[in-house]
């Protein structure tokens, strides 16, 4: 049966850091696997609690008196050394709950204002090399775009794409999984795209 042994934090970082798991696999034989996660102790880690909880959100953001725009941002991924088009997202600070930082992570990384309609409960993103989760919040957006509120270590262009661009966006460019997943639903819906939330 698979398991983990044991556990040793191998860096000390603010918003990242690598774990060593002692593994046993199925066929019986063991070895160390690694783990980045944004949890700063052992005891915090998801493998431990099995609480999850949401590290981050990710905002899918309608925008448009007719809302039939999507809000993206391209942003300098340094793991690629390229950008990438992504929904925006960050990091739920201590003591908010997704709503709030879905609506200041909106704020800073578009300059657009921000209406939460609903949320998704974290899913986990990419479970084979982290233990990360991300709820997903849905709503609508207004005002105009602006990168004055961007922190000068972010490279992020807001784009507001309608169905035409996100095709492509989606043919043509490097994409984010779970924003690839979610402009596929934008582009099949007519009207309103987050009608599908009052199902």
Do not use: W
Request: net charge negative.
């Amino acid at each position: 049966m698979s398991r983990v042994n044991g556990i040793k934090k191998l860096t000390d970082n603010r918003f990242l850091n690598l774990y060593e798991l002692d593994a046993s696999f199925r066929d019986g034989s063991s070895a160390p696997y690694y783990v980045a996660s944004r949890r700063r102790d052992v005891d915090q880690l998801k493998a431990v609690t099995h609480d999850n909880h949401a590290d981050g959100v990710i905002l899918y953001g309608v925008h448009g008196e007719n809302r039939d725009k999507v809000v993206l941002v391209r942003q300098f991924r340094y793991p690629v050394n390229g950008y990438v088009y992504e929904f925006p997202a960050g990091l739920v600070e201590p003591g908010e709950d997704m709503l709030e930082a879905g609506i200041r992570e909106m704020y800073e990384e578009t300059g657009l204002e921000f209406t939460p309609v609903s949320t998704a409960r974290p899913f986990f993103t990419t479970v084979g090399m982290t233990d990360e989760s991300c709820g997903t919040v849905f709503g609508y957006c207004s005002g105009v775009p602006s990168n004055a509120h961007q922190e000068g270590t972010e490279d992020i262009q807001v784009v507001l794409a309608d169905r035409a661009e996100c095709r492509r966006i989606l043919k043509e460019e490097n994409v984010a999984i779970m924003c690839a997943y979610m402009l596929m639903h934008f582009i099949a819906t007519e009207g309103d795209p987050l009608t599908f939330l009052n199902a």
